[in-house]
């Protein structure tokens, strides 16, 4: 990443420093939740499986698979 070991070393040191000071992380922490676990997603694979199912579901086979 092109950082020196004392950059590092003193980035560190500021961190911990910091989360001593303040008894906690200084950033918050935060997750984005998996699109594909939506509620639009899950409608559309369940429409798909309904589809496939009833032989409405048009399949192709993709180059990139080998046999």
């Known amino acids: ?10 980035a560190i040191t500021i961190f911990f420093t910091k989360v ?3 008894r906690h992380i200084p950033f918050e922490i935060t997750a984005e939740p998996d699109p ?3 509620e639009s997603n899950i409608r559309y694979l369940e429409k798909k499986m309904e589809d496939y199912k009833a032989g409405r579901l048009k399949l192709a086979e993709h ?4 046999e």
């Open 36 to 38: 594909f676990y939506s």
């Open 1 to 10: 990443m092109g950082i020196n070991v004392l950059i590092c070393s003193e």
């Open 63 to 66: 180059d990139l698979i080998e």
């Open 20 to 22: 001593t000071q303040e």
